[in-house]
């Protein structure tokens, strides 16, 4: 009969164990360190984001009124991709805090399918061939621009949800004075688009109906 003594069996184990335990150690400080950098390269994504809100929905606005006189102003907002790509690595990295990631990343798929249906009215608006619907693709683009300012508000509201949830040793401005910069800005877009102009129901069609030629763009 062989006898193993508890000496032989920790022998056996101990490093075993202590090989598991550095493994699960490294991996640890490994999801650490890629959580910490990738909260601070959001945060400094959302910030810029917020700080730029106001004239966004200024320039939406703007192509809505254009619209609204049957005139085509061309819109170029650059909504950073990196921000999504963030926002679904941290959902994984940072579980107790993936709802705020998640809420964040469908805000913006949202807020760029809106700009994407204004590029491409503005695109039909360009190339239409019949006046008689300049009036249409007018009325179109002023309602699409109407939506996106207020989805883009709202995408900002998800972004100052995950940077206040960012632990402030990982944010990229942790001074109590960023936040209220941030938080002044959405207010200051939410008023602006609170006195966004009506478009009367048949404005649109009436300047397209008017012009001999390809719309004026502004």
Wanted: proline residues 4%.
């Amino acid at each position: 009969m062989i006898t193993i003594d508890w000496l032989d069996v920790l022998k056996l184990t101990v490093p075993l164990f202590t090989a598991v335990l550095m493994v699960w150690i490294k991996g640890w400080i490994e999801t650490e360190l890629a959580r910490n950098k990738k909260q601070h390269a959001i945060s400094r994504l959302l910030h810029d984001e917020l700080i730029n809100l106001t004239p966004v929905i200024q320039a939406l606005k703007r192509m809505a009124k254009s619209a609204s006189e049957g005139k085509l102003r061309l819109l170029s907002v650059d909504v950073s991709s990196l921000v999504s790509k963030f926002a679904s690595e941290l959902a994984d990295l940072d579980p107790k805090r993936s709802y705020c990631y998640a809420g964040l990343a469908s805000s913006l798929e949202i807020v760029n399918k809106g700009f994407q249906r204004l590029a491409v009215l503005t695109l039909s608006r360009a190339t239409a061939s019949s006046k008689d619907i300049y009036g249409q693709i007018d009325r179109a683009l002023a309602g699409q621009a109407r939506i996106t300012a207020s989805d883009y508000i709202a995408a900002s509201k998800a972004a100052l949800v995950v940077i206040k949830a960012i632990p402030p040793r990982n944010r990229y401005n942790n001074d109590a004075q960023a936040l209220t910069t941030m938080e002044n800005a959405i207010v200051a877009a939410e008023k602006e688009h609170a006195d966004w102009p009506e478009l009367p129901a048949q404005q649109g069609a009436q300047a397209g109906a008017a012009e001999n030629q390809s719309a004026p763009i502004s």
